[in-house]
């Protein structure tokens, strides 16, 4: 991947935590994880291994041992980031690692303890503190939506049904990129606010975690918030840049274990870790470089995290192992995972005034309510002169420069004094005996309507004032609406923390640098004054170069059975599928009828965004509307066509056995027999066997009904054939 001006790469560290309770019992070996904090690396013993057998060395932006504390990789690894989101770029943190490794310590912490806040408390501080300290003419606007992956299925967990609701579905726009459409966003005002929708977010999914196995290490959670902030800029015209910030805990890395598992299960069992797989996929892709494709589309996460990964944002990388050693495998695929990931380029730039920004939505919104509400006190004001000039007690001249305030004072003041005329006029017409009582009715109804207008004017005031109120509360002004309870020495002691940080993270760098350095110069600066020096130097160079050379190979070693692994587990799952898929074609192939079948497949079109085969409409778009089959006449009202005579017979109410059914019931007259017709009925008999038609014991019947109604028959009736038979029959009867 060419790397240009703006390009950086993603941040990668790695946290591990102290050995727990149980680990510690186990056993006297200890973690098998060492850390050199101030190189940044982390040193990975195999307790299977052979004393003799190199141990693998990984290094990092930054490492955290089991007695890092919380803040110390918030201030070093992320304030950084959520500086970059508070000027408008977009930033993701995620959280990489195997089941109890400590991602959701690392992201969340435990909340009620200060010192063991996590990531995302942190962040909420830390955006709201500087907005608070921010200058007045900064207008922000918060918003945070909480989701999460279960199943390559999206749930919104501000959705209180979002346990049953389905899935929600993936937008993808060139302006904002991948989004949710129908992700619930909650502006936000305060610390208290964003950390409720946290709560009702994980209340959400620890309800889930009751009633599902594994459900918390098995699915994606993501906290996303969207910080926008209006400026007036150099040109003198409000600018607005919006930075996105994802937080994001993943579902645990481990491999699942998919033998034995079949049909349905072993799909849903693909299915848990498919995201995680893709994302593996991605990164591989990425950093590798040479790829030109990368397969974001393979998985709801890696095409919501696109742009984190690769794209227009900042990301950090925590990737968080356990020291245990029966858990080494596990620990080893992570640190490779991480040591992939430091390759990747990714190029931040700043949003600025991007077409969707909300901010500016509110802002014409409460212009326009502001415009609307002066205009209606302004009104109110003309009218209230209006009757100060008219009455009695006018105040003498008001002041022409109106306050705001002034107006909604005159405007209240208007409202009262014409509650009380419309009152004193309502008296008068009560006393006015020259009035006849009608007429007195009808002024009273009058002045009550005048009244009622007046509230009705005045509550749609209110509601305005409400509302107008209540969307300019929404967004923060910079150092006004947060009292900074922070004094100076608080700001002081923060600020040193920072400095102090800033500085390890530079030395950190610099050591690496150097570290680096020292390997290219090693050949430059060796002169050798003898023989005897130079072969010690250089069987010195050998050894050292041999280890790597060793080191190197064990790593191919590892990789190569890596791959046989995945590739076995690979195959395996494709013969499981192959011969469910087998199973399936057998059901087809014999109890599908095969025109049933193809009708089927022409219907069959595959969603590629919804990654689902959908059917398509029987009906083609309303552009073809002709193409329907019209219903024939004869069946309009009725569910199937129907003749004639059955309509009559329904109408007359008689064999109702048959009526619905549209059979005829042909009673044929009894005609004494003679012997002509007789040998003649005997002939007919072979051809039509009269065994097929209800008949009465006598066996002969002739169709009085049929003989009254054949005319009136319709071709169309669908017994045509029934009566062209039966007309046979009567011909040669008769
Ligand atoms: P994950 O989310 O990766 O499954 P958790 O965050 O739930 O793991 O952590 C598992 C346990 O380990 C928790 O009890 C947590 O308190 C503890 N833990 C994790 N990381 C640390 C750490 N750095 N320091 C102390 N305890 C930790
Ligand atoms: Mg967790």
Redesign the pocket.
Known sequence: MSKNKSSESVKVVV?C??L?RKEESNGPSGGIVEMELRLGQVILRNPRASHSEPQKTFTFDAVYD?N?KQRDLYDESVRPLIDSVLAGFNGTIFAY?Q????????MQGMWLDPEKRGVIPNAFDHIFTHISRSQSDKQYLVRASYLEIYREEIRDLMDPNHATARGLELRESPETGVYVPDLTSCVCKSIKEIEEVMNVGNQARAVAATDMNEYS?RSHALFLITVECGQPGPDGRKHIRVGRLNLV?LA?SERQAKTGVQGERLKEAAKINLSLSALGNVISALADGRSGHVPYRDSKLTRLLQDSLGGNAKTVMVA?LGPAPQHYDETLTTLRYANRAKNIQNQPRVNEDPKDALLREFQSEIARLRAQLNHRKWRSKQKKERLDDDGSDADGDEDTECEEEEVEKNAEEYVKREEQRLEREKEAIRGDRSLLADEKQRLLGEKERMMGDLRKEQEATEQLTAKYKAMESKLLVGGKNIIDHTNEQQKMLEMKRQEIAEQFRNEREMQQQMMVQDDETLELRDTFTSLQQEVEAKTKKLKKLYAKLQCIKAEIQDVNDEHVRSRQELEQTQNELTRELKFKYLIIENFIPPEEKNKIMSRMTFDAEEDQWKFQPLVPAESKPQQMKKRPTSAVGYKRPISQYARVAITMGANNRFRAENIMFLELDMNPPNTASLARLRDLNQSFPVDNFPTNDSGVHKSNSWCQNQKSLTPSSSNVSLSACTTAMSASAQ
């Open positions: 946290r935590r102290p727990n089991g890092s690692g089941t109890g490794t400590g991602k959701t310590y690392t290490s805990d645990g968080t």
